[in-house]
């Protein structure tokens, strides 16, 4: 009876062993953080098993949404802090790097933030004030407890010009210097970033490295430079990471991050952008091509893809700061509603029941195999 109970004992923590992967935070090099974006949803407890899949395999998360404007000011005089209070406390309860995203962008930000008392268009010295006021209020908050701010999201044209902004049209082009002014001002210590997409675009990266050389010029406090890293399969290409990896800190002079990535398995056509509602029907039918299960044959694809995007980072390593997934599992990904609201998408390293997927062995083997 007694080796029974024993052997059972040791069958079951043989089986524990098997369930629990290994957490990619204890794979990776030193100095190379690895962190998640969390939903709202997880951060009040409405999705348990991601949240201990995160809290489990990373060491720094990133709010999806809650500390965008919108949700932490969504009124002139009214701050909602409850959700980031939770996701902070997540953070020190696990000793993640804790990253806040992000203060200025022309995104999830209320028209209210832009509009003067009789006009749409406030000027350049009640923009400011607004500025000043909602980074002091929100970094200023979380001081000493948010290592590391998004200050600046998405200041850029495909070009590299800067892009027309309410921002940039009411305050200037010296609109990125005053967020960064007023960051370092909100923390001291706080580590301090220029963030966007498609940096990989030589034009687009000239324009980020733009920035940040003026911010530095200015004695100015910035610490890195975050692609997001919404990538596709095939798009962009192992060349073009590889590039961005490099150039970035050998021109910009600061590190480089990869802030949100994820990888769409689904077909991108242009002609989705801007399609009429009947015509886009017809656009998700078409296009939502694994509505039951991705197929193994793309599933390995993705898992090599990803294999792929972390031997350069390796490669890169000494340069590389973080990569951020945008989620943790299938089910929570934005990209199940974007571009193209309603289809079912596959881009992380879990799947909608939170199991890992090829793509999460194959990240953790090149983990493994990097010394
Ligand atoms: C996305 C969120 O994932 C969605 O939940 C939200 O509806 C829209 O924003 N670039 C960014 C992120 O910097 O903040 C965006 O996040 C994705 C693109």
Do not use: C
């Not at 909602?80 to 902070?88: L, M, N, Q, Y």
């Not at 995203?101 to 000027?123: E, I, K, M, N, Y």
């Not at 210097?177 to 498609?198: C, G, I, S, T, V």
């Not at 694809?301 to 945008?326: K, N, P």
């Amino acid at each position: 009876m007694r080796v029974l109970r024993l052997t059972l004992l040791v069958l079951t923590m043989a089986a524990v062993a098997v369930a629990a992967p290994i957490a990619l935070k204890s794979l990776s090099p030193p100095g190379l953080r690895l962190g998640a974006a969390l939903s709202t949803a997880q951060v009040e407890g409405g999705d348990a098993r991601s949240l201990s899949i995160a809290t489990d395999q990373f060491n720094s998360i990133t709010p999806e949404n809650l500390l965008k404007w919108s949700n932490v000011h969504p009124e002139p005089a009214r701050f909602d802090f409850s959700p980031a209070d939770r996701f902070v406390e997540i953070g020190e309860r696990h000793k993640m790097f804790v990253v806040g995203h992000t203060l200025v962008w022309h995104q999830q930000t209320p028209a209210w933030v832009f509009a003067s008392a009789d006009g749409p268009r406030a000027d350049r010295a009640t923009l400011l004030s607004r500025m000043r006021e909602h980074i002091l209020t929100v970094a200023g908050r979380y001081r000493g407890r948010i290592h590391g701010w998004d200050v600046v999201n998405e200041a850029l044209e495909e070009d590299g010009t800067l892009r027309r902004t309410p921002w940039l049209e009411a305050i200037g082009e010296d609109y990125i210097a005053k967020a960064f002014e007023f960051a370092r001002e909100a923390d001291p210590q706080a580590e301090l970033y220029y963030n966007d997409y498609n940096l990989w675009k030589p034009a687009k990266r000239d324009g980020a490295i733009r920035i940040v050389n003026d911010l530095r010029s200015r004695g100015l406090r910035v610490d890195a430079i975050g692609e997001q890293g919404h990538w596709g399969v095939g798009e962009p290409s192992l060349e073009q990471i590889d590039d961005t990896l490099r150039d970035i800190p050998a021109r910009a002079g600061v590190k480089v991050m990869l802030t949100e990535v994820d990888i769409d398995v689904l077909p991108r056509d242009p002609a989705m952008w801007g399609a009429d509602l009947a015509k886009k029907a017809t656009i998700r039918a078409a296009t939502n091509i694994y509505p039951d299960r991705l197929p193994d044959e793309q599933q390995q694809q993705l898992a090599r893809r990803y294999a792929d995007i972390f031997r350069l980072v390796l490669e890169h390593r000494s340069q590389v700061s973080r990569v951020t997934f945008w989620g943790v599992t299938d089910a929570q990904s934005w990209l199940n509603d974007f571009p193209i609201p309603g289809r079912v998408n596959y881009p992380l390293l879990w799947d909608r029941e939170g199991r890992p997927k090829p793509a999460f062995d194959a990240v953790g083997e090149v983990l493994k195999g990097r010394r």
